[in-house]
């Protein structure tokens, strides 16, 4: 195994001041790190990643039922070659849950990121995947805000200052993915950012996830037992950039090894505004604003940022769900200001 190339930061190290400078280090200077001593056992995560193969081995018809394309709410089944990153397919496969919720009826909606509220696609042929996957986003959950309330600490500001944006149902998204072995390397995920407050990814001991680090690609090892982070948009907004969104990607195993792994995605609620924290005057020195790349415009309106990769990593959900009248026109409002062909261009013609 190689050795670890991001920093290693203890989740009970972040009760002292140096625990806290450590954590601030690693989320402003590279934005990806691993977490150690979270509380999801060793044993736990194993038992989490056996589950996921065992989706994965269920027959193709059956991972169809519940496929994405039946889900305004981008819950569900995708299929090899049916996401796009970066404008290329990916090479994986994945089922995706999020908050389990009602859908609004059609005249309730008044902004298209409402429609990503609804129920999640679970499989009937696999009835233990609802319990044991609802109890892993709880636990994620729990991990994700403690972290986020270390993280507001080690930025100056109360542990509570981003509370009110997660309100009582913060929007959480989580994924299985594998990565089938190909004969060549290729894109298992394109490079992106993620766009909430923060992810975690449970990976299993096969390499492939990287991240950009000046113009190099650094490997995250697999590290038994550990979380990797890293900071979506919003934390880059609400720091005013003093902490980064990372671009990462995942490369494809060869070798006839696949690789699984489990990431889970937590941002405020959908109807939350990220406010820019008043940081103490010798880190907002450091904050010299957010990025700025025309082609992923970073939103502070939560909902849409959200919604704006949900539309471009499923294009054909987007074409047979976004693109009628009433949501063309509400979609125009939004993103006017995204370069929006690349989102649908049926949609916003
Ligand atoms: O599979 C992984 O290790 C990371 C996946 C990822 O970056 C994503 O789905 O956003
Ligand atoms: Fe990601």
Same mark, same amino acid.
Request: charge should be positive; charged fraction near 10%.
């Given at each position: 195994m190689n050795a670890a190339t991001l920093p290693i930061i203890s989740m009970?190290?972040?009760?002292s001041a140096a625990g806290l400078a450590a954590l601030r280090e690693a989320a402003s200077e590279v934005g990806f790190f691993y977490l150690t001593d979270?509380?999801?056992?060793e044993a736990a995560q194993q038992r989490y990643l056996a589950l996921t193969r065992t989706f994965f081995q269920l027959p193709t018809a059956v991972k169809q039922t519940i496929d994405?394309?039946?889900s305004p709410h981008f819950r569900g089944y995708n299929a090899l070659g049916s996401e796009m990153t970066a404008g290329r397919l990916d090479a994986r496969e994945q089922f995706d849950w999020m908050n389990e919720e009602l859908a609004l009826a059609p005249d309730q909606?008044?902004? *298209?990121?409402?429609?990503?509220?609804g129920p999640n696609l679970w499989p009937s042929a696999m009835p233990s995947l609802k319990p044991a996957l609802t109890q892993l986003q709880q636990t994620m959950s729990h991990i994700t805000v403690n972290l986020l309330q270390k993280l507001c600490l080690a930025l100056g500001?109360?542990?509570? +200052?981003?509370d009110h944006t997660l309100g009582s149902q913060p929007y959480t998204h989580a994924k299985l993915i594998r990565y089938p072995a190909q004969q060549a390397q290729q894109q298992g995920v394109g490079a992106h950012k993620d766009p909430g407050y923060l992810t975690l990814v449970l990976q299993d001991a096969q390499s492939g996830l990287k991240v950009e680090r000046g113009n190099e690609w650094v490997n995250v090892a697999p590290i038994p037992g550990a979380l990797v982070v890293n900071i979506g948009e919003l934390l880059e907004l609400a720091s005013n950039g003093f902490l980064k969104a990372t671009n990462h990607k995942v490369e494809s195993p060869t070798g006839g090894i696949e690789r699984y792994s489990i990431a889970f995605f937590m941002a405020a609620q959908l109807s939350a505004t990220v406010p820019v924290l008043p940081l103490p005057s010798h880190l907002k020195a450091r904050a010299l604003g957010p990025s700025t790349d025309p082609n992923n415009p970073l939103l502070t309106d939560v909902g849409n940022n959200v919604l704006k990769g949900r539309l471009r990593s499923h294009p054909q959900v987007t074409r047979k769900h976004y693109c009628d009248d009433q949501l063309r026109h509400l979609l125009a409002k939004s993103? +006017?200001?995204? *370069?929006t062909n690349e989102i649908c261009n049926e949609c916003l013609a």
């Open positions: 009970t190290s972040l009760e979270h509380g999801l056992s994405m394309i039946h909606l008044r902004s *298209p990121w409402q429609k990503l509220i500001v109360t542990s509570n +200052a981003l993103f +006017a200001h995204l *370069p």
